[in-house]
């Protein structure tokens, strides 16, 4: 049994870029949570896709946007990079209860 | 604010010893709270939960403790390993009936182990 998968696992961009990343939930998850983790921190909730629908959001600009698929994978948007985009983005998929997390995606903004 | 935070940003024991890793948190309304581990350049790693109505939950050889009056929160791992050495965040999800709602992790905590 597959668990959480994403991708890239490493990506470096310029500032003003766009990048997307993708995360592949585990099988029988519906629900799918992003997340932002700067180096030496924790990771801070972005936004939550259920039903092809973004259920909760965090604290982020609209420049950070998402989409869940019918297979219940998901993808991350992010517009317009700034330097402070830069971190690792974590997917995690739930069922009923708890989120199990992905490897993460390491970018970098030049 | 609303935050989860730990008391210690390291912790250094001897391989055998007995650890704990303790963490705070401010808001009442949460029912539900996770201990995870991460290692370098990994995603975090699911260790052990605990809702609301309960003070103490064992796992293999974790333990986490919950003290509501206090808010405060702690991971006891025993004759802790090398391999435990990593990472360890608590986070806090404020209604957990609802599947998969925003965890709130605190910094989290380094814990080295030494042989």
């Known amino acids: 049994d597959a668990g959480v998968t994403q991708s890239p696992t490493h990506l470096i961009k310029t500032r003003g870029q766009q990048v997307t990343l993708r995360c592949s939930p585990k099988s029988g998850h519906d629900t799918v949570s992003w997340y932002q983790q700067a180096l030496g921190q924790g990771p801070q909730f972005i936004f939550q896709?259920?039903?092809?629908?973004?259920?909760q959001r965090g604290n982020f600009p609209d420049r950070f946007s998402g989409h869940q698929f019918p297979n219940y994978s998901s993808e991350l948007n992010v517009n317009a990079l700034l330097l402070g985009d830069s971190a690792l983005y974590l997917c995690?998929?739930?069922?009923?209860?708890?989120?199990?997390f992905g490897p993460g995606t390491r970018l970098t903004v030049l | 604010g609303e935050s989860v935070g730990l008391h210690l940003p390291t912790l250094s024991v001897q391989e055998g010893d007995n650890s704990i890793i303790n963490c705070a948190y401010s808001n009442s309304a949460s029912d539900y709270f996770i201990w995870y581990k991460q290692e370098s350049g990994k995603g975090p790693q699911f260790i052990i939960d605990?809702?609301?109505?309960?003070d103490k939950r064992q796992g293999q050889r974790v333990t986490v403790l919950l003290n509501k009056t206090v808010k405060h929160l702690s991971l006891q791992i025993a004759a802790t390993q090398p391999g435990d050495s990593a990472v360890y965040f608590c986070a806090e999800n404020k209604n957990r009936r609802q599947a998969g709602t925003a965890l709130i992790f605190g910094k989290g905590t380094t814990l080295s182990v030494s042989s």
């Open positions: 605990i809702r609301s109505n309960m």
């Open positions: 896709y259920y039903e092809e629908e973004e259920r």
């Open positions: 995690a998929s739930s069922g009923s209860d708890e989120q199990f």
